[in-house]
């Protein structure tokens, strides 16, 4: 997951996990974002995010690495917001999977809904795609303006003196994917 964008960049559903299989991940995310890869890779402390394959290529690749604090379950609020996000979607699996291709297709169909669909609450209700392209920055644009005519004509509806601010999130962040 790209932490400025909140869009899911890179994804797979393995039977069991391995860092030479955390490693294709990241190269095929790689591939699918223009060549661009991360500057820092953030995960948890799990063998294969520690693993020869993944730190080997992470050090090709120019890409740091970061690790969650050891036996701190809430260190990433990102992660955390996006399981939630999964464990709300209707239709998350309670009772498990009948099979590997049934998970991966679920996946496949929550990580299109959440990318292009998903009005993301801390992105000011836009979708990842949108901000992870830039293309946020008018349709926030529009909703300021939006706001400001609306007060105009009607300054009474307004309880303070002041519009909901529509200014792009996190706009002084830099963006960890696109650098």
Same mark, same amino acid.
């Given at each position: 997951m790209?932490?400025?964008s909140r869009k899911i960049v890179g994804y797979e559903v393995y039977g069991c996990e391995s860092s030479q299989q955390l490693?294709?991940?990241?190269?095929?995310?790689?591939?699918?974002?223009?060549?661009?890869a991360p500057k820092i890779l953030h995960s948890d402390n799990g063998s294969p995010m520690k693993g020869s394959s993944l730190l080997e290529l992470c050090y090709k690749m120019g890409i740091t690495t970061s690790n969650s604090r050891p036996r701190v379950s809430d260190d990433n609020?990102?992660?955390?917001?996006?399981?939630r996000a999964t464990k709300y979607w209707p239709g998350y699996p309670?009772?498990?999977? /009948? $099979? +590997?291709?049934?998970s991966r297709?679920?996946?496949?169909?929550?990580?299109?809904?959440?990318?292009?669909?998903h009005r993301h609450s801390g992105l000011k209700?836009?979708?990842?795609?949108?901000v992870h392209e830039g293309n946020h920055l008018e349709v926030l644009s529009m909703r300021q303006k939006l706001y400001e005519t609306t007060k105009e004509l009607?300054?009474?509806?307004?309880?303070?003196?002041?519009?909901?601010?529509?200014?792009?999130?996190? /706009? $002084? +962040?830099?963006?960890?994917?696109?650098?």
């Open positions: 790209d932490l400025y490693a294709d991940v990241v190269v095929r995310a790689t591939l699918l974002e223009g060549g661009r609020p990102h992660i955390e917001s996006l399981f309670y009772g498990g999977f /009948e $099979n +590997l291709r049934d297709t679920w996946v496949e169909k929550f990580v299109n809904y959440y990318n292009y669909h209700f836009v979708t990842p795609h949108d009607n300054p009474k509806r307004w309880i303070n003196s002041k519009v909901r601010d529509w200014s792009p999130p996190g /706009e $002084n +962040l830099d963006h960890a994917t696109k650098g």
